[in-house]
């Protein structure tokens, strides 16, 4: 498995990942359709840039991503990300591919000095089983993980 950072090199595989999803389970995707020309668009935009997505790539196929930002508390500099997104072609789950889409989360963080990472999780039956395998996070009733790394 590689992960690269989605970029105008990958897009392409991007976008056919996204359609794959989309057509293999659309109740679990955010959008309706894949905004193709949208995305091509927002991968030059300049605020898409503050947003990483990492993409985990099987022999030039994206298998699956995670999305994160960055951002701070001015008041008492608290550095945080928040992650938008994580998903895994189904054929891929249970493969170590998340966990590994999360290690490059981690390894991003600590080089930019994050305090902790947070998302808000999914609450089915294997989304639950994955999230309480983190070590040291917290999982809050409302479906909040938080992970201190400092």
């Avoid at 392409?12 to 309706?32: D, F, G, S, T």
């Avoid at 990492?54 to 701070?72: Q, S, T, W």
Wanted: net charge negative.
């Amino acid at each position: 498995m590689e992960f690269q950072v989605l970029g105008r090199d990958n897009v392409r595989q991007y976008i056919e990942y996204l359609r794959i999803a989309m057509a293999k389970e659309p109740e679990k995707m955010m959008a309706e359709a894949v905004d193709e020309e949208g995305i091509l668009e927002r991968i030059q935009d300049p605020f898409y840039v503050k947003t990483t997505s990492v993409l985990a790539m099987d022999n030039g196929k994206v298998v699956g991503r995670i999305e994160y930002h960055f951002y701070g508390c001015m008041q008492d500099g608290y550095r945080m990300a928040y992650v938008d997104w994580v998903y895994v072609l189904p054929e891929y789950r249970h493969q170590g591919i998340a966990q590994g889409l999360f290690g490059e989360l981690v390894k991003d963080c600590k080089a930019n000095e994050i305090n902790q990472y947070y998302l808000i999780r999914a609450t089915n039956p294997d989304a639950d089983k994955f999230y309480h395998s983190f070590e040291d996070a917290s999982l809050s009733e409302a479906p909040l993980l938080r992970k201190y790394l400092k």
